[in-house]
């Protein structure tokens, strides 16, 4: 029965409603913790191909003429 100030509402409804409300905001707490943990990871140095080339050069995988001849190709100066 309904008086003055009460609205009907399903409990169904209001259940997925609360549902609805609950994932919204777990979603939005996940894509936050995502994008904090992608912006201040450390750039990965391994990928860095002037020291690569410097570290191969080292161990002596490489020689000095192979070293000149990659760093032209990767634009390395």
């Known amino acids: 029965m309904m008086g003055p100030g009460y609205t009907y509402m399903d409990p169904a409804f209001a259940g997925w409603m609360m549902f609805g409300s609950l994932l919204f905001w777990l979603g939005l707490g996940a894509l936050i913790v995502v994008a904090i943990v992608r912006l201040t990871r450390p750039a990965d140095p391994r990928g860095d191909p002037r020291r690569i080339l410097d570290e191969r050069l080292a161990r ?6 192979e070293y000149e001849s990659r760093r032209a190709v990767l634009g390395i100066r």
């Open 60 to 65: 002596g995988e490489i020689d000095g003429a």
